[in-house]
């Protein structure tokens, strides 16, 4: 145990026996580093006098909601468990806004919303994450993403204050985030990039934006896993693959799309990806992307069609083969099978079509090296598509896993905004690693220099000062919320 | 306090004045806040000679009171709220620096007004996702930093929209930008590199420019603001909806936008579009408003580049299928009024004299977020607190605008009156007041406090004061940014 027997006792004295672990045997299943103790909180009150009795006794804390990777710890901090906040506290279907406590999943919360006809924007981390964590997601054409989901949300600050944002604070209703005066949401809701005051505190519940759902209450599934499917795809939907001769021409209609309000769901997936959730192992998947690759002329996206009425379906799908045509894209005959496109259904509404891409070619915990960049689409698709040429020449001499140099990405908001994303895996070579690393230092430079965007893996020093100094005022804000420096890492509730 | 030759030294003599009647004119508005005249009104041309001014402000702990729309204003927040002040009135700063179809944006600095913006984005193919009838002299910029609700709803996915980035001079100043826009490189250099200023987030993993909305001017004085914007439709059709129950129409909209069916969608009471529909005051105005039912809303179907009439055509029959089952009825025109004519009147600034100061010279507003099942109890308890104050509660103007997809409603009080009476202006001061504490207690959410009431308001989330005082304090240490505003 890390903790003295007295301090171990004031945290107990706050969650109970039942509700604390500082068993040196079961803390390597939460962390490798050397945890002080795990807490498991059950509501707002216990978890600020955690926060306060941190903040009095000068223990850093960290908070875990539903992530299983965390970053090192420092020696003998709490680690906040939230497990037991667990709670969908309201669904409000006329405001069209659902109010959960950190530890309800996506999946749970999209389960009961479907059942009302309404739906939320799940992550590419996958709908077994916290509904309320910030990021983008394969829905994300028509759902939105990153903090514009979040309305009303209750947080324990650094300090152990509780502050409860928007309409929150004067009339116990979630429904908006901003105000009185200026909106203090964007600066909680962060993303772990190791620069802000979102570093800090504990969200303890969060009202999330919702949207319609026009198909059916439950997905009917047959078959077992991994070997299972829809048993039909919903009346007024449609699962296509288009592939395009050249990137130019995929997001020419990946705009189009966008402008035109008729997509439901569009993921610029690769075959490789598309291959990973449409079979049910590695090795059909090695033989699926073989046979993908041999009908596909370039870049491509997974559209979903999702239409509230016939006369929409069908008004959609003209749409859809008007801009198809125009653009030179062309469907994949596989997925144009409605038992195929089932998978994507399903893996793109209900599970998050990033899990199975993800997991099966890189180890659980394995650090993924690339970039993730949000914003504007068009610019981005010109940075990383420099960098996939340099990816491509690495892995020509064997420095890195052969993926065919692929990047990825999809638009956001009807085609307003968008996210980009490129990953290089090393490869055995005794010289990978370092070539990876090199890559993507220059590639985060290039950015710079080429005025493209704040890029990640350069230090904050190098950055901020390019970006109207923004470590400077983050810092401010850290100091000023966070000023015993308790909180560790990132807050709270992502992953 | 400014020495005048220190400030004609950084903005040139014309842009200085200390002229008694100019000066009067920014010591007061139609609000009902204390009348305080400036020291000096000034008018930078540019973003460095605001840094300037900022910074000498600091030395000499001089309040600054920015202001972008021209006059009438309506809500007391140009007001000086502190002796000493000085006035920056940015309304010469009118660079229209981007209108881009391509990327869906425009960008302006603070003078342009709606009448110059609109124009110039639509002869692009674009569109501002515009507030009611905004007055002419409005600043864009100044509308987006307020947090003013728009019309279409549906492309309004987070309350912030549709600002994209802001160029700003903090209290300190120093130059920040917010979103996209705030580097690397300068903006020219990334409009040279195809970056366009709009994606809202960051830097970093903070959204800053969520801090300068809703803060009058506290935190920093805006140079340029980004705005996204929708295509122009190639074809629309307008309709409206009378009821004399407004849940109906709460009903209806809430579909509309659940289903993203409809571009602008709003609710009026007969008081209100009356006032925006009347040509000739006031017999027009009084019959327009008699033939009306209570309650309108109004929507408009638009189709775009691909098949407009068959996206427009399906529409109709789905909404169709709506209405009739929430009893209500889709019309081109009621009691004389067309759909068609308000769609006109929707697309652009308010025709002089301003809609809100028709009918009696001055209209003191008062509006709140709330939600679909409290608005019917808040309607009420202002019809209460109108009787109580013997206003005429038939009198009071009234615009629900549903927001951000349909998760809120903006609701709005126009309190119309002449502001030749001091009978009236005592009324209609102490209904607001009044009502105002009512809404409160009801329910309803001030998120944009403004003129004697905001301390009322901010009192009652003490938690978010301090925490806003905290970020205050890093952005405007000396409290030289319109000092005596919001909690500040």
């Given at each position: 145990m890390f903790l003295s027997p007295e301090v171990y006792k004031k945290f107990e004295d706050i969650v109970g026996e039942e509700n604390i672990c500082g068993d040196l045997a079961i803390m390597p299943s939460y962390h490798s580093g050397q945890i002080g103790a795990v807490v498991l909180p059950k509501d707002t009150e216990q978890v600020q006098a955690i926060v306060k009795l941190c903040n009095r006794l000068n223990i850093q804390f960290t908070v875990m909601s539903t992530g299983f990777i965390r970053a090192a710890m420092p020696q003998g901090c709490i680690y906040l468990d939230m497990r037991r906040m667990n709670k969908i506290i309201e669904i409000n279907e006329k405001d069209m806004y659902a109010v959960v406590e950190p530890y309800v999943t996506s999946a749970e919360l999209q389960a009961e919303l479907m059942k009302r006809g309404l739906n939320c924007s799940i992550k590419g981390s996958g709908a077994q994450c916290t509904a309320i964590i910030r990021g983008h997601g394969h829905m994300d054409l028509s759902t939105g993403g990153d903090d514009r989901n979040q309305l009303g949300m209750e947080w324990v600050t650094p300090a152990g204050d509780v502050l409860k944002l928007g309409a929150l604070g004067s009339t116990?209703?979630?429904?908006?985030?901003?105000?009185?005066?200026?909106?203090?949401r964007g600066v909680i809701s962060g993303r772990g990039s190791g620069d802000a005051l979102a570093e800090g505190g504990v969200i303890t519940k969060a009202a999330m934006k919702l949207y319609h759902w026009p198909g059916p209450a439950a997905f009917e599934l047959e078959g077992q896993s991994p070997n299972y499917n829809l048993k039909e795809i919903p009346p007024n939907f449609m699962v296509r693959y288009y592939s395009f001769p050249s990137v130019p021409q995929m997001y020419e209609a990946e705009l189009k799309i966008g402008e035109s309000e008729i997509m439901f769901a569009l993921m610029g997936f690769n075959v490789a990806m598309l291959s990973a959730n449409i079979s049910p192992n590695m090795e059909m998947e090695l033989e699926v992307i073989e046979k993908l690759n041999k009908e596909v002329q370039g870049p491509g996206f997974y559209v979903i069609v999702a239409a509230n009425s016939p006369e929409e379906f069908e008004y959609d799908q003209k749409v859809l083969d008007k801009i198809i045509s125009d653009t030179g894209g062309k469907s994949l005959a596989m997925v144009e099978d409605p038992k195929v496109g089932a998978l994507v259904l399903i893996h793109g509404v209900r599970i998050s079509v990033s899990i199975r891409e993800t997991f099966r070619l890189r180890p659980v915990g394995g650090k993924a090296y690339g970039f993730q960049i949000m914003g504007q689409r068009d610019v981005n698709i010109k940075w990383i598509d420099e960098a996939a040429n340099r990816k491509k020449e690495l892995i020509k001499k064997g420095l890195g896993a052969d993926d065919g140099g692929v990047y990825f990405g999809w638009s956001v908001e009807n085609s307003h905004l968008g996210k980009t994303e490129i990953f290089f895996d090393p490869s055995p070579h005794p010289e990978s690693l370092d070539a990876i690393i090199d890559w993507q230092q220059t590639t985060a430079r290039k950015a710079l220099e080429d005025h493209l965007n704040p890029p990640t893996h350069l230090p904050l020093s190098v950055v901020g000062p390019e970006v109207s100094n923004y470590h400077i005022w983050s810092k401010k804000l850290d100091e000023a919320f966070n000023p015993n420096g308790t909180t560790v890492v990132l807050p709270s509730l992502m992953g | 306090m400014f020495q005048k030759d220190t400030l004609v030294k950084i903005v040139g003599e014309k842009n200085v004045t200390d002229e008694s009647s100019t000066l009067d004119t920014y010591s007061k508005d139609l609000s009902f806040v204390n009348t305080l005249r400036p020291d000096f009104v000034i008018k930078p041309k540019n973003a460095n000679e605001i840094a300037q001014l900022v910074k000498l402000a600091n030395e000499t702990k001089t309040p600054l009171v920015p202001v972008s729309s021209g006059a009438q204003h309506f809500r007391g927040d140009t007001v000086p709220g502190s002796g000493g002040a000085v006035v920056l009135d940015l309304s010469g700063m009118k660079k229209i620096m981007r209108t881009d179809r391509y990327h869906r944006v425009a960008m302006c600095e603070p003078g342009v007004t709606f009448e110059e913006l609109i124009p110039a984005v639509e002869k692009e193919g674009i569109r501002l996702n515009l507030p009611l009838l905004p007055r002419k002299s409005k600043s864009v910029v100044g509308s987006l930093l307020e947090r003013e609700p728009v019309t279409m709803p549906t492309y309004q996915w987070d309350i912030s929209d549709p600002l994209a980035c802001l160029g700003l001079i903090v209290g300190t100043g120093e130059e920040f930008r917010t979103g996209q826009a705030a580097g690397p490189g300068t903006i020219e250099e990334q409009w040279e590199a195809g970056?366009?200023?709009?994606?809202?987030?960051?830097?970093?993993?903070?959204?800053?420019h969520r801090l300068f909305q809703g803060a009058q001017g506290t935190m920093g004085i805006a140079t340029w603001a980004s705005i996204r914007c929708e295509i122009l439709p190639t074809l629309e059709e307008p309709f409206l909806v009378g009821s004399p129950y407004v849940e109906r129409l709460f009903e209806l909209s809430h579909w509309l936008i659940r289903l993203r069916l409809v571009n602008e969608c709003f609710i009026l009471n007969n008081t209100n579009l009356a006032a925006i529909m009347a040509k000739n005051w006031p017999c027009d105005y009084q019959a327009i408003k008699h033939a009306l039912p209570p309650w309108i809303l109004f929507y408009n179907l638009a189709g775009y580049e691909y098949y407009p009439e068959e996206r427009v055509s399906y529409r109709k029959k789905n909404i169709q299928s709506l209405t009739q089952k929430i009893a209500v009825e889709s019309t081109k025109a009621l009691a004389g009024i067309s759909a068609g004519e308000l769609l006109q009147k929707v697309h652009r600034?308010?025709?002089?004299?301003y809609w809100k100061l028709r009918y009696k010279g001055a209209s003191h507003d008062i509006f709140f977020l709330s939600i679909a099942d409290k608005l019917p109890g808040l309607l009420d308890a202002m019809n209460i607190e109108a009787n109580k104050a013997s206003y005429p509660a038939s009198d009071i103007g009234v615009y629900i605008q549903p927001g951000v997809q349909g998760s809120s409603y903006h609701c709005e009080f126009n309190i119309f009156y002449d502001p030749q009476s001091p009978s009236e202006i005592n009324q209609v001061s102490q209904l607001s007041t009044a009502a105002t504490l009512s809404l409160m207690d009801k329910g309803a959410f001030f998120s944009r406090p403004y003129g004697k009431s905001t301390d009322a308001i901010m009192n009652r989330d003490a938690a978010t004061v301090t925490a806003l005082t905290k970020v205050k304090n890093i952005f405007d240490p000396n409290n030289i940014l319109n000092p005596g505003k919001l909690c500040f």
């Open positions: 116990h209703e979630w429904f908006c985030g901003d105000g009185p005066g200026p909106s203090l | 970056a366009v200023q709009k994606a809202p987030y960051g830097p970093g993993s903070t959204c800053w600034p308010s025709e002089e004299p």
